[in-house]
């Protein structure tokens, strides 16, 4: 059973940096998808970031070139580092895991609430 958990999130002045975390507990025994989402009010739920079961990262349109996705192996945390945020990168943040991209997502955190204020 794997289970995730975020931190990080809070609230932050336009253009700074935030940092998010996910902690990870659960035996990881084969290759997997890794993905953060979001969610704001009266929006769709998006995935931001990816990282695939065969670690190839994507990102979202609208977060290219400010965010990035990694992943420490040592002790399985995933990070998404923010920087130059916008007002409508305001959401509650989640990661999630499947075993594929393409497939659904089983595993997921309890999200962590990133405000950007302007």
């Known amino acids: 059973q794997v289970q995730l958990q975020e931190s990080g999130g809070g609230s932050v002045q336009a253009g700074g940096p935030l940092r998010l975390s996910c902690a990870s507990s659960g035996y990881i025994y084969t290759r997997y998808c890794r993905a953060w989402f979001r969610q704001a009010p009266g929006k769709e739920r998006e995935r931001v970031a990816a990282?695939?079961?065969?670690?190839?990262?994507s990102y979202a349109d609208s977060v290219k070139g400010r965010f990035t996705i990694s992943l420490h192996n040592a002790n399985n945390t995933l990070y998404l580092q923010m920087d130059s945020l916008k007002p409508e990168d305001t959401a509650m943040y989640y990661c999630a895991a499947a075993r594929f991209c393409a497939a659904g997502y089983f595993h997921w955190g309890q999200g962590t609430q990133v405000t950007v204020s302007s």
């Open positions: 990282i695939d079961e065969g670690d190839t990262i």
